[in-house]
């Protein structure tokens, strides 16, 4: 059970769209301080998964932060739609590997018979490099 997982099963039990919470509201759910920046740093309450930790927690229980206010110390979090799952990010290249997508597109693209790709598509040009 990580240190935020409370504050995750807290939100997935509101039945409400919206959950305002205060800092310290959020403080008394996780049993414990919010790490020293977050509220400082409107950044911190972002909704990309690599974020933090916590930001992991309340993604998963679908939900986003919304209205960040850190002077007041108030976050608004929201339901999300689940429309469809989320595509995973590419894996990250090997090193000195070749990228995942590496050939994604391979057959996709057809050229006609007698086709020279290295002559110009138009004939004026062709004038040019004469």
Do not use: C
Not at 102 to 109: I, Q
Not at 113 to 125: H, K, M, Q, R, S
């Amino acid at each position: 059970m990580g240190k935020y997982s409370r504050l995750g099963d807290f939100l997935k039990a509101q039945r409400a769209k919206e959950v305002p919470l205060s800092f310290a509201e959020i403080e008394r759910i996780i049993g414990g301080k919010l790490p020293p920046n977050s509220p400082q740093y409107p950044a911190w309450w972002s909704n990309n998964p690599s974020n933090n930790v916590m930001t992991k927690v309340w993604l998963s229980a679908g939900f986003r932060t919304e209205q960040v206010d850190v002077k007041s110390r108030k976050v608004v979090f929201r339901r999300v739609e689940q429309m469809h799952s989320e595509p995973s990010p590419p894996a990250p290249a090997k090193k000195g590997g070749r990228h995942p997508l590496f050939g994604a597109l391979k057959g996709l693209v057809r050229i006609a018979p007698g086709v020279d790709l290295t002559e110009p598509a138009d004939p004026e040009w062709s004038k040019v490099y004469e």
